[in-house]
């Protein structure tokens, strides 16, 4: 699995671990998911955009209209790789265990040897789609093939697979078709198109065939460009392997998904290729955007955001996230670095409220079974759906502004507000809504008891119980009568919340801004190099109050200078501090705003070092 950063903001919150972080490294992950297109493949694009890409668009929004109602969806890496579970010859094997075979440098003949030990008689597809189902997913997708090149099926294509080499005889993926089939789950497949380590002519093993695409960077990123003359047998691989096993996927098994990866590896008229084959032979499969994309058009039905995220910015159209249990893909029984439920309830519904999808990852060990501690999340969010999956399955973006407490989904007539943090007053206000209401309730509360509200001017005040019915996420729900009017600026709890403004968020930035790639501290804007870029937020008070004002920034590296923040004509001049990789947090001062509209704006005075800071948000602390 790979990271795809985009400049397309995706941003992340501190991610809550209930062991230790489990690290990754090199090699795991790249800065860029997509091509750099070339004048070579022009040819190829000009073929796509007037002709068979243009033709699969018409029906685009046909094709892809079940992805959009199912919104959360189960992804699954299983392999060899889950036999060694992270570990091989006695070592732990740091970051992605999918990568087992990358990072020890495996022979193929080795790797054939653990093989040989993967026998998953535990494996029951009915399980598997019933453990999903229960969490409220709606669509399942698994490795048919991964990097490792190692087919999970029976492929007559190449004898690396699953029942020519393991003691394992029956197919999986069949199983789990027609499990799905019989639930009403959409079914589809991971396939590595680009990256294949066993196959002498793919790319990515530079340590048995001295292959470009791989850690060593044997010819350049991208050597394609660069040397040519290698890309004859790149192509002979897509022809006689990726090609065809991906028609055998759509002829065996009519997946209603197909999700690719990793396609810097190849030259961008490959993926393109490798695209139209499929529009030929399913034009109603629905393809997701890490196939064939350039910088500039994503080919694919979605756009794909980042690996193991915690939050979102805006992003435009339809797009999915695929965060994981833990921190690695593929089993591992070294990473015990697990989230809370409480982490995917809310960032399920932080998707849902910004117009996403959700691909949840699991990674079954080497016998066919889900981790307990998997088990377990999959269990507690099962729980919070039961209550409360009507916010979900029957929602949709919001148009409502960013909430201090959390985040709005919106239904056919109703919104729901979903509550992350209780406020110590007991009273939440939402913001951006005026207009008529019905009665507001509690989505788990069947007798739909009233909740008081007052509607003081430019926002509705909830008075709640001491008590947070739902510690994860409490869902109220609000009918509304008729379209309401929305004011689209933000607003800030002048009592009894933090309010977190993250640098993503921010209304106004520089374009030469670049993002971070969402993950734990890294969910800032960097770049920062000159004194004319500004960063700012614009929100609302409606009560006098008093607030703190606090920064967290990364200052690693050859960073520093100093910076004003500037809020209601108050100037507050700081100099970045000297810092590691690990946040700086740190006080501003204290502000009295007055009920209004406000702009926050951070402005750079010099900057002596590489950049200013790698901003990551602004607090504003109500002081009682």
């Known amino acids: 699995m790979k990271r795809f950063l985009l400049k397309l903001p995706v941003l992340c919150s501190i991610l809550l671990f209930t062991a230790r972080t489990f690290a990754q490294t090199a090699g795991d992950e790249d800065k860029d998911m997509f091509n750099k297109a070339q004048a070579r493949d022009q040819k190829a694009i000009d073929k796509a955009v007037n002709g068979w890409w243009k033709t699969a668009m018409t029906t685009h929004d ?114 789990l078709a027609a499990a799905a089939k019989k639930q009403d789950m959409k079914f589809g497949f991971y396939y590595s198109h680009a990256f294949d380590w066993e196959d002498p002519d793919a790319p990515g093993n530079d340590w048995e065939y001295k292959n470009p695409g791989g850690d060593q960077l044997i010819g350049g ?29 759509i002829k065996k098994y009519h997946p209603d998904i197909l999700w690719f990866d990793t396609p810097h590896k190849m030259p961008f008229s490959e993926n393109l290729r490798i695209l139209e084959t499929i529009r030929n032979a399913d ?71 910004r117009g996403g999808n959700l691909l949840l990852n699991i990674g079954p060990d080497g016998h066919g079974n889900f981790d307990i501690k998997d088990q377990a999340i999959l269990d507690g969010i099962a729980t919070w759906i039961k209550k409360n999956g009507e916010s979900i399955a029957q929602a949709s973006k919001t148009p409502l502004p960013l909430q201090s407490w959390g985040v709005t989904t919106m239904g056919k007539d109703k919104i729901y507000l979903h509550v992350f943090n209780w406020p110590s007053n007991h009273l939440l206000s939402l913001g951006g809504l005026s207009g008529q209401t019905g009665t507001p309730y509690f989505l788990q509360d069947k007798s739909k008891t009233a909740i008081p509200i007052t509607q003081p001017g430019a926002e509705i005040v909830f008075s709640l119980p001491a008590q947070m019915p739902d510690s994860l996420n409490t869902v109220i729900v609000l009918p509304i009568k008729r379209t309401p009017r ?19 968020d921010a209304d106004y930035k520089d374009p030469d801004f670049k993002y971070g790639d969402g993950k734990t501290n890294k969910y800032d804007i960097s770049n920062w190099k000159s004194t004319h870029q500004k960063i700012g937020w614009k929100f609302r008070t409606t009560a006098t109050a008093n607030f703190t004002i606090r920064i967290k920034y990364i200052a690693a590296g050859t960073i520093g200078g100093q910076y004003t923040l500037t809020l209601a004509d108050q100037v507050f001049t700081k100099n970045t501090a000297a810092g590691s990789n690990n946040p700086v947090n740190e006080e501003i001062g204290t502000i009295r705003l007055n009920p209004g509209i406000h702009n926050l704006l951070l402005t750079p005075l010099k900057i002596p070092q590489t950049e200013l800071m790698k901003l990551l948000e602004v607090q504003l602390v109500p002081v009682n």
């Open 62 to 175: 046909q094709r892809i209209q079940w992805w959009r109602e199912a919104k959360f969806g189960m992804f699954v890496h299983w392999g060899v790789y889950s036999q060694a579970a992270g570990e091989w010859k006695g070592k732990n094997v740091e970051g992605y265990s999918e990568h087992l075979m990358r990072k020890e440098k495996v022979s193929k003949a080795d790797y054939l040897e653990l093989a040989k030990t993967f026998n998953p008689v535990s494996f029951d597809a009915t399980a598997w789609i019933t453990a999903a189902k229960n969490a409220g997913m709606n669509y399942f997708i698994i490795t048919a093939k991964h990097h490792d090149g190692f087919a999970m099926y029976p492929s007559v294509v190449s004898d690396f697979n699953l029942t020519a080499q393991t003691p394992f005889k029956r197919d999986p993926l069949a199983e």
């Open 221 to 249: 990123t991208n050597w394609y460009d660069q040397h040519p003359g290698w890309l004859p047998k790149a192509v002979k691989y897509v022809d006689e392997k990726a090609i065809p096993q991906i028609l055998e996927l």
């Open 283 to 353: 034009p109603d499969v629905v393809v997701n955007g890490r196939l064939a994309r350039n910088g500039n058009t994503n080919f694919g039905d979605y756009q794909n955001t980042g690996d193991r995220p915690a939050e979102f910015a805006p992003v435009s159209g339809d797009w999915e996230a695929i965060p994981t249990t833990n921190e690695s893909y593929g089993y591992s029984k070294h990473d015990h670095s697990h989230k809370s439920v409480e982490f995917f309830v809310q960032l399920l519904a932080k998707a849902v409220s």
């Open 486 to 504: 929305i004011d689209p600026v933000r607003l800030i709890a002048a009592a009894g919340l933090t309010t977190r403004l993250l640098a993503f």
